[in-house]
């Protein structure tokens, strides 16, 4: 008897022991799968990330590869050959709205990073990568990563609040818009920085504290949009990234190289 119930202990350590190898493989496989499909690019502190690869888009929706907010295709955006595989290109109607319902979406609170690879084509005064931002007379409040006749990177803070919100709408130089850039913007709780092609380009302390958001807003990828305003992107986008916290420079050039 005592050598029969030893078998059967032994018989279900074996089991355990083997579901336990089996789940560890699976999990790593998974991460194994991410990382090689989706670059090398820095995951700690990734929200989302729509890399517009043809895979990705499934019916009207661009795929959220690591978080879960898919964006959803208003028009008619073509997926064209990208920077990274497969981009989109918006034809001057199309946008992505991810959520109007700011209850509903994943922003970063304090900290953040908004990264493009993007085919400007040209730069219109307000123009939108990536944002979630309304911008009506003296209301000011969220963040956009977009154009502002150039690249341009806007946040609105706790720390610079005049009552109903205050946006810095940090500059670059005037680029060729016909190439390929790679536009990054972060903030750090006191410091607003835009990168270009992993080039610091312009940096504010204009802002500090908790990122100030309105009650209702328009969470988007290539369009500008708010209450009164409405300006979609004419050119390609391709691998949108949203962090929840700011990247180092090391970190930004190490994305810009990510392929
Ligand atoms: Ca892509
Ligand atoms: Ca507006
Ligand atoms: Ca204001």
Redesign the pocket.
């Known amino acids: 008897m005592k050598r029969k119930v030893d078998i059967i202990i032994a018989v279900l350590v074996s089991a355990v022991f083997l579901i336990m190898v089996g789940c560890g493989k699976k999990k790593s496989e998974e991460v194994k799968k991410v990382s090689e499909a989706k670059s090398e690019a820095v995951t700690d502190g990734l929200i989302s990330y729509w890399?517009?690869?043809k895979d990705d888009i499934v019916g009207d929706k661009a795929k959220d590869v690591w978080g879960n907010q898919d964006a959803t295709m208003k028009g008619d955006p073509k997926i064209v050959t990208?920077?990274?595989?497969?981009?989109l290109e918006f034809d001057g109607d199309d946008y992505l709205l991810i959520t109007d319902d700011i209850t509903a979406a994943k922003l970063p609170k304090r900290e953040m990073t908004a990264e493009v690879w993007v085919y400007p084509g040209h730069f219109i005064e307000w123009g939108g990568y990536i944002g979630a931002a309304q911008d009506n007379g003296g209301f000011e409040k969220g963040w956009i990563l977009g154009t502002n006749h150039q690249f341009s990177f806007a946040v609105s803070t706790d720390g610079a609040d005049d009552g109903d919100g205050v946006l810095t709408y940090l500059k670059t130089e005037v680029f060729d818009p016909d190439k390929w850039y790679h536009v990054v913007g972060t903030y750090d709780g006191k410091k607003m920085k835009i990168y270009i092609n992993g080039k610091l380009e312009n940096t504010s302390e204009v802002q500090s504290g908790d990122i100030n958001y309105p009650k209702n807003l328009f969470f988007t990828i290539g369009i500008y949009k708010d209450d009164d305003e409405q300006f979609p992107h004419k050119g390609i986008i391709?691998?949108v990234r949203l962090y929840e916290r700011a990247l180092s420079e090391d970190e930004v050039v190490q994305n810009y190289n990510a392929k």
Request: charged share 45%.
């Open positions: 890399t517009f690869d990208g920077k990274v595989g497969d981009a391709d691998e």
